[in-house]
């Protein structure tokens, strides 16, 4: 598009990223920018830059700079491909807790009202994401009373939404606009929302702006997975590129290198790691003093395994409250299917919070398996491996599903640990897989 068509303040905000942070610059030339009135400030969705150009007219040029900035860090990070049935309004807000910290540690400052939270400033989108929906669950209970007030905002918030309503008649008018606090209230859980496009989206826009999801070829409103995928890689080539370039004039600040490295990184899938440890783990030892007999009628002699299962597994759950039944239903959904191939002799289910609450025991005629929540208060993991020695157990192996937020044992046990984690921390001992939602 002939640049001499946008707007002077949009035009202002992308020279300044061009003179002074060269790394955002080169990935919003990749973004086709659009004049958008009915818009409160600016949206993205991985193809498209739209914005408000009364809004951006209102904001200072390094704001307007930095808005830029956060909305093609949305795209580099994928955020655009990857709410999939998550709550349209939560999904925003976790994105701009995650972008708008790189974007300030970039020396970028960005408009008053737009969504930061500190302890969600190093997570994935989705782990964000998760957090969010978990406050607001153990919120909900104390919420009842005033949910006819709520509802009321929100009725309030999609009339000012309206198209006839929504393009500020002044300047000033659109900066209170953007500068408006925007709630994280989410639809149900399990309720399916339909994707945020084009000027139908807005409910979840803060003064930063917004990441809407990745339209469809062809009038589809939703972007097949093939298209997803296309996209998905000319982001990463574009961010690597952006990369190199900013790394080349010494113009990328460490901060910034750490979180884009971070997402450039190759993530294999959790299933399939804790596919290998139990793998590794149930490794039967090979005999020569009992040749295969499946081999035999061809002439081949060829050694046969010593045992044919694993042995007995524990499986640890923290019910300290930091696990979602998503996550718990997934896990278990897991382990039933790594079980049919390795055939532990028994499990152990044990669920902990700081003392352990419940024992459950599955052998393979009572498979499959189900975990169930309960519990509830601190965290601590010595408990876990305290029971197992008191029952003079020898477990193949141990699996803990936690945060890994909590009191680690002293001494690492002889068999073989793998953490489970929902977080990004590692594990004191043993091994880490992390079942983030964004690694699927």
């Not at 999609?158 to 606090?181: E, I, K, R, V």
């Not at 298209?227 to 590129?241: F, I, P």
Request: charged share 20%; glycine share 8%.
């Amino acid at each position: 598009m002939d640049t001499n068509e946008q707007h002077p303040a949009f035009l202002r905000a992308r020279r300044s990223l061009i003179l002074d942070h060269p790394f955002f610059a080169s990935l919003v030339l990749y973004l086709e920018p659009k004049q958008d009135p009915s818009c409160k400030v600016a949206w993205v969705d991985g193809k498209t830059l739209g914005y408000n150009p009364t809004a951006f007219e209102a904001l200072a040029p390094k704001e307007a700079a930095g808005v830029l900035a956060k909305m093609v860090l949305h795209c580099a990070l994928e955020h655009h491909l990857r709410r999939e049935e998550r709550d349209d309004t939560v999904w925003k807000r976790a994105c701009d807790y995650v972008t708008s910290p790189i974007v300030r540690d970039s020396g970028l400052p960005l408009p008053q009202g737009t969504p930061e939270d500190a302890q969600h400033a190093k997570g994935f989108a989705e782990e964000v994401y998760r957090a969010l929906q978990e406050t607001q669950q153990k919120q909900q209970p104390n919420a009842s009373s005033s949910s006819s007030s709520s509802t009321g905002v929100g009725q309030k918030q999609q009339q000012n939404q309206s198209p006839s309503q929504t393009a500020p008649q002044t300047a000033q008018n659109a900066l209170q606009a953007a500068q408006a606090p925007s709630t994280s209230a989410g639809t149900p859980q399990g309720q399916k929302t339909a994707p945020a496009q084009g000027s139908q989206a807005g409910a979840g826009e803060s003064a930063g702006g917004e990441v809407r999801d990745m339209p469809g070829g062809e009038g589809q409103s939703t972007a097949s997975p093939a298209e997803q995928s296309a996209n998905g890689q000319e982001w990463k080539v574009a961010m690597q590129q952006a990369l190199n370039n900013a790394k080349s004039q010494g113009t990328l600040p460490a901060g910034l290198e750490r979180h884009i490295v971070k997402a450039l990184e190759p993530r294999t899938s959790w299933k399939e790691l804790m596919r290998r440890f139990f793998t590794a783990v149930a490794r039967d030892d090979l005999s020569w003093m009992r040749p295969n007999r499946r081999y035999m009628p061809q002439g081949v002699y060829l050694p046969s395994l010593r045992s044919e299962r694993m042995g007995e597994m524990v499986v640890a759950v923290d019910t300290s409250g930091s696990i979602g039944a998503h996550q718990l239903s997934q896990f278990a959904a897991e382990i039933n299917a790594i079980a049919e191939d390795v055939r532990p002799e028994r499990v152990h289910i044990v669920y902990c919070d700081a003392a352990v609450g419940k024992v459950e025991e599955y052998t393979e005629d009572d498979m499959p398996l189900k975990l169930t929540p309960c519990g509830g208060g601190g965290t601590a993991f010595a408990p876990v491996f305290d029971w197992v020695e008191q029952q003079g157990l020898e477990p193949a192996c141990l699996v803990y599903l936690t945060d890994m937020y909590g009191s680690f044992p002293k001494l690492e046990p002889s068999y073989p640990v793998l953490w489970a984690a929902t977080s990004d921390r590692e594990g004191p001992f043993g091994e880490t897989v992390h079942i983030t939602e964004n690694s699927k």
